[in-house]
């Protein structure tokens, strides 16, 4: 049974930003500039049908809703273009720079209407290695493309999915949407189920749970603590007392009241509080 957990009263509402920054990355022939081209809104992007790569280079374009810019990045499949090692991270690097090192919602485009392979798994991988940091799983949401050619209930489906896939998933927290051609003219719709993940990403770094376990941990230590002390001025008490009793019962008074207000205050706060992002 999974352990329960409960947000604390300090947990803050975090301030709606002026610009959300996106970035799709996937493999060549996923639909990641027609996805792009769906955010925004118009044909922006180029798209193409065949294997080799439309987007040979970062493209960005920005648009509004609802009152706030809304930045897309199209990125290239940095295996099906001639780069080297420090050519890939280089790459990368510039996308970070575009989206002000820290994007809001990174998306992966995948095919949910043919197999995922172990090549593409790959290309997944070296984009996760080279961008460096914590923060790509933090903002990784998967975008099923081709979801119209779905034949079945896509949760079904990704029961049976490879163990890659699943651990592309894992990655993501199990954040994924799925989007079709007829997406293109549901823009308001797909944006929105995209805009609920990024707020849900998008929660602070300082936010604070009360975890039941690390509270009732946290108070056997207390006590634990606190026969200590109390072992403690009973053997300063027999010590002092043989030269001068009121001193002895005075400290072990001391030892005893430090000890209980301890334990008081370790129950006030009525658990252990931890960072959760």
Same mark, same amino acid.
């Given at each position: 049974?999974? !352990? ?14 002026? +610009? ?28 193409? !049908?065949?294997?080799a790569s439309t987007t040979v280079r970062v493209q960005h374009a ?19 273009? +001639? ?50 940091? +914590? ?16 034949? !079945?209930?896509?949760d079904e489906e990704l029961k049976t999915v490879c163990p890659e ?12 949407? $799925? ?71 005075? $400290? ?10 301890g334990c008081r205050y370790s129950k006030s706060k009525r658990g ?6």
């Amino acid at each position: 049974m999974p !352990r329960e957990t409960y947000f604390t009263m300090e947990t803050l509402d975090t301030p709606e930003p002026d +610009e959300y920054r996106v970035v799709v990355i996937g493999k060549t022939g996923n639909g990641k500039s027609s996805l792009c081209n769906a955010i925004l809104g118009r044909d922006e992007f180029e798209t193409g !049908r065949s294997m080799a790569s439309t987007t040979v280079r970062v493209q960005h374009a920005t648009t509004e809703k609802n009152g706030k810019v809304v930045k897309i990045l199209d990125t290239p499949d940095i295996t099906n273009i +001639e780069m080297n090692s420090q050519e890939k991270e280089e790459e990368i690097s510039k996308w970070k720079e575009l989206a002000s090192s820290s994007p809001d919602a990174i998306l992966l485009a995948v095919r949910c209407d043919v197999r995922y392979t172990a090549e593409e798994y790959d290309i997944y991988r070296q984009i996760k290695f080279y961008w460096g940091d +914590e923060e790509f799983c933090k903002r990784l949401v998967v975008v099923f493309t081709f979801g119209d050619r779905q034949d !079945r209930p896509l949760d079904e489906e990704l029961k049976t999915v490879c163990p890659e896939l699943k651990s592309v998933l894992k990655d993501a927290g199990n954040r994924y949407v $799925v989007f079709g051609q007829n997406d293109r003219y549901n823009k308001a719709g797909l944006w929105n189920s995209l805009l609920g993940y990024i707020k849900g990403m998008a929660k602070p770094s300082h936010l604070l749970a009360y975890d039941p376990l690390l509270w009732k941990r946290s108070l056997e230590v207390t006590l634990v603590i606190h026969l200590i002390l109390v072992v403690l001025s009973c053997v300063i008490f027999i010590a002092v007392s043989m030269t001068d009793p009121a001193i002895a019962l005075g $400290v072990f008074g001391c030892v005893d009241a430090f000890a209980l207000a301890g334990c008081r205050y370790s129950k006030s706060k009525r658990g252990t509080y931890r960072k959760m992002f």
